[in-house]
């Protein structure tokens, strides 16, 4: 079994920053790729960065130049941190990460979700 627990949301002025953390423990052989979703009341959930093993990021371009993903392998940890903040980034933003398990599952994962509530 393995779990993902986000943490960092919350409430911020646009042009404001907030930093989130996800946390993956259990049965991990290896993290592969980890990302960031979110989806807005309405809206589908969409993809606003992910950061493979090795290799490049990938940000959706809303996000471009303003957000930063980052992992700590050592941790199995993932971050996003997001300046500049809009209102139309106001969501639920969850963590999603593609795990090879102990028994050497490929399996994918996801948080639970933090509320990101952009607003004055």
């Known amino acids: 079994q393995v779990q993902l627990v986000e943490s960092g949301g919350g409430l911020v002025q646009p042009g404001g920053s907030l930093s989130l953390s996800c946390a993956a423990s259990?049965?991990?052989?290896?993290?592969?790729?980890m990302g960031w979703y979110r989806q807005a009341p309405g809206k589908e959930r969409e993809l606003v960065a992910v950061?493979?093993?090795?290799?490049?990021?990938n940000y959706a371009d809303s996000v471009k130049g303003r957000f930063t993903i980052s992992r700590e392998n050592a941790k199995n940890m993932v971050y996003l941190q997001m300046n500049s903040l809009k209102p139309e980034d106001t969501a639920v933003y969850y963590c999603?990460?593609?795990?090879?398990?102990?028994?050497?599952?490929?399996?994918?994962?996801w948080g639970q979700g933090t509320q990101v509530t952009v607003s004055s």
């Open positions: 259990g049965s991990i052989f290896r993290l592969n790729a």
């Open positions: 950061v493979p093993r090795v290799g490049t990021t």
């Open positions: 999603n990460a593609a795990i090879t398990t102990k028994s050497w599952a490929r399996l994918t994962y």
